[in-house]
């Protein structure tokens, strides 16, 4: 059984995850997009670089 601050460390991950979703997926879809100027979806690479690494979603270890 997992301890409980590993739980409770997966949860503030999922809440990050939740906070940021949208602003991650638009500026994934600006950086794919190759209409887009190469100075515009670079930018969008320097944004999506600052926001928390907790808040991509990956497969978690811990099934709650």
Not at 27 to 49: C, F, G, P, T, V
Not at 52 to 58: G, I
């Amino acid at each position: 059984m997992a301890k409980l601050s590993l739980i409770n460390r997966e949860k503030k991950r999922q809440k990050l995850v939740e906070k940021y979703k949208s602003k991650r997926l638009s500026l994934q879809s600006i950086i794919n997009d190759m209409s887009k100027s190469e100075e515009e979806r670079y930018e969008a690479r320097l944004a999506l670089q600052l926001l928390p690494r907790n808040s991509s979603p990956t497969l978690s270890l811990i099934h709650i």
